[in-house]
């Protein structure tokens, strides 16, 4: 059960018999569709009453439309979706008759006329209007947002769509930047803009106790504390809600609840706080290695597996504390000494592992190195991962190309949006995606084609350097990497402007991610 949700009678007083909500949607569909005679539309209404009143304003209109619902008779149904393969009417409105288990491919437009919190029967809808046919080019999805509930949770169906967390919805929804696949197009209107905005915002404000209040309802629906995961489900909240520094932590929250059988001390809280510098972490053999750990801290571990510890201790340590003798087995068994420790890092692993969303195979780019492919990382993981965790934090480090000569390998640290908030004239390089396989990058302005460093970019056949990618959206973000790189070109120096193939294509949400902020 969500918190939060309609009562059906409102909704049916929202939206049952208005004329004038009913001509703003049928003025929309002729504006947007171009030519509504070829469409083969689904609209979701809120009940039977609804859907017969859209039918018949639609018809008044001289749209041809029909009303099918749970109590129209098996023929009936069979027929009206014939009808609309056919064209003999453009649009059928349904209540949920057709959330799964109907295939009408021809389906091209879906109007969305009725408020639902459920992602899962958001998807389902939409998903009506996506099947391939012969001669279908497009799907328009038209939903019609009303001010009916200020708590309604836009969050959740617009994260649906482009995933990520609510902040992070918020921003593409304010920059119009969205992550959605290619040639998919998304516009709200100034009004709904404004109103949807104002919705995320106010979601984004949960405090402490809203957030305590919220758990404590849950605990008496389930009869019992719920986990992690259970709640970040049933609320909807992110980890990065739970783990923002004025929140705490998963058990800090519960610190002021009467759930926990072992109260957290003042240092199972500091670490708890802490836990906030891993939500980036998306490896499932890092959280399955973790997990792991977290029974039996003296298991005998290979190189890779040690490295990934010490990226875990390095995340978690203050700096002031970090030392030889703390960054293996000493440091996280320091780190994880309580039961209540080991119990939050445990939940904290399963929350991370079940919103990975692609689950791929995750082999090393480099013997010994666990820096896996399309993987995101903090710039002192990358370091750590690579065996030298001395460079962390050193000045030469926070640049954005690092050439280690011990291993022959130069790291390219590549921020897309370069602001003015947050890079100089001189260092605004030219930095882009050119397609999925190919990467323009450009060198530092103090480098020419015929220095040492330039050399070794346009000879790395000759040399057999390596050169490995790590790409992100924005400073602050977790880099992603991308793998290794091989020179194709370049033209200018001081700077050089030069092409790299990537030996494996890029994903292709990050390509749309860098396509539109090359474009902004």
């Known amino acids: 059960m969500r918190l939060n949700r309609h009562a059906d009678g409102e909704i049916v007083h929202w ?39 859209m039918a018949k304003a639609f018809r008044d209109a001289g749209i041809p439309a029909l009303a099918i619902t749970s109590g129209s008779p098996a023929n009936e149904r069979t027929q009206a979706a014939s009808m609309l393969r056919t064209g003999e009417v453009n649009v059928l409105f349904t209540v949920d008759l057709f959330n799964e288990g109907v295939d009408i491919p021809e389906a091209d437009c879906v109007l969305f006329l009725r408020p639902t919190e459920s992602a899962t029967v958001f ?41 990520g ?15 959605l696949p290619g040639n998919c197009y998304f516009r709200l209107d100034k009004e709904s803009k404004k109103l949807v905005l104002d919705n995320l915002r106010t979601q984004l404000q949960a405090n402490r106790a809203r957030m305590v209040s919220e758990l404590r309802e849950l605990a008496g629906q389930h009869q019992r504390c719920p986990t992690l995961l259970e709640y970040l489900s049933e609320t909807g909240y992110d980890l990065e809600d739970v783990y923002k520094p004025s929140i705490g932590g998963w058990h800090a929250l519960l610190s002021e609840t009467e759930f926990l059988t072992e109260h957290p001390t003042d240092t199972d809280l500091a670490l708890s706080r802490r836990f906030r510098f891993l939500l980036h972490i ?11 750990l977290l029974s039996d801290t003296r298991a005998s571990l290979d190189t890779p597996e040690r490295r990934m510890v010490e990226m875990l201790t390095f995340r978690l340590l203050p700096r002031e504390t970090r030392n030889e003798d703390c960054i293996w087995d000493t440091g996280l ?30 082999n090393p780019s480099m013997e010994g190195c666990p820096i896996f492919l399309h ?56 930095d882009y995606a050119l397609s999925r396989t190919r990467f323009h990058w450009q ?27 790590f790409v992100r959206a924005k400073k602050g973000d977790p880099f992603l990497f991308l793998g290794p790189l091989h020179y194709v070109s370049h ?23 860098c396509a539109s902020l090359r474009a902004a």
């Open 15 to 53: 939206s049952g018999g208005n004329i004038r909500r009913a001509n703003l949607i049928i003025a929309e569909f002729f504006a947007i569709y171009g030519e509504w005679r070829q469409a083969r539309a689904l609209g979701f209404c809120v009940s039977i009453a609804h859907a017969q009143f």
């Open 123 to 163: 998807l389902q809808q939409l998903g009506r209007a996506l099947r391939l046919s012969t001669g279908k080019t497009s799907c328009l999805v038209l939903d019609f947002i009303g001010n009916q509930r200020r708590e309604f949770r836009f969050d959740q169906r617009f994260r649906a769509l482009f995933g």
């Open 165 to 179: 967390t609510r902040q992070q919805v918020a921003n593409q929804i304010e920059t119009g930047i969205t992550r």
């Open 282 to 292: 998306d490896s499932i053999r890092r959280l399955s290695l973790y997990r792991a």
């Open 333 to 362: 068994r320091r780190l994880l000494q309580t039961s209540s420790a080991r119990s939050e890092a445990r939940e904290l692993c399963d929350a991370l592992t079940e919103r990975v969303k692609l689950h791929v195979n995750e």
């Open 375 to 430: 993987r995101q990382y903090m710039r002192d993981e990358v370091l750590v991962g690579l065996g030298l965790p001395q460079l962390v934090g050193a000045r030469h480090t926070q640049t954005g190309r690092l050439w280690l000569e011990p291993i022959n390998t130069e790291i390219f640290f590549v921020t897309l949006d370069k602001s003015e908030k947050t890079f100089s004239p001189s260092t605004r390089y030219e």
């Open 443 to 469: 060198s530092q302005s103090t480098t020419s084609d015929i220095s040492p460093t330039g050399q070794r970019y346009v000879h790395q056949h000759e040399n057999d350097a390596r050169f490995l990618l």
């Open 491 to 513: 033209s200018g120096s001081r700077p050089m402007s030069i092409h790299w193939d990537l030996e494996h294509p890029m994903p292709a949400w990050f390509f749309e991610i």
